[in-house]
């Protein structure tokens, strides 16, 4: 038995079409990236051209933080190149060794504290079949 495959009005389309004919209401994912990396980009309280120049700019705040050697004696601090630790790491948000951002997130977000939350409490009602 075969089954059709449905289609969806909501499938976008990967790449611009062939002809160069641009569609008149949806884009394609590619213009949609495209676009992504014009849109300005707030993060800390500064705000970047796009994502690439938040990301060059902690890149470089990371990297002279790693060549300060009472950083890279932390506990935790992983075995390996600086560069390698660079490559993995998308500052502020991940670095691979201890984040040297945090106290930025709680002076820009301000500190999670846990007043007002309380433990869910559920009746759960189980039955056997």
Partial sequence: MVRKQRTSKETKELFRDSSGQPHLFEKSYQEELEAKAKKQVECLGM????DEARRSYFLQKLKEKLKN???CKIEGFPIGSDENILVLSDPPYYTACPN???AGFIKHYGCLSRKG???LR??????KS
């Fill in 47 to 50: 705000t970047f051209e796009n």
């Fill in 69 to 71: 050697p009472e950083f």
């Fill in 100 to 102: 040297p951002f945090i």
């Fill in 117 to 119: 939350l309380r433990p």
């Fill in 122 to 127: 559920m009746a759960v009602s189980q039955s």
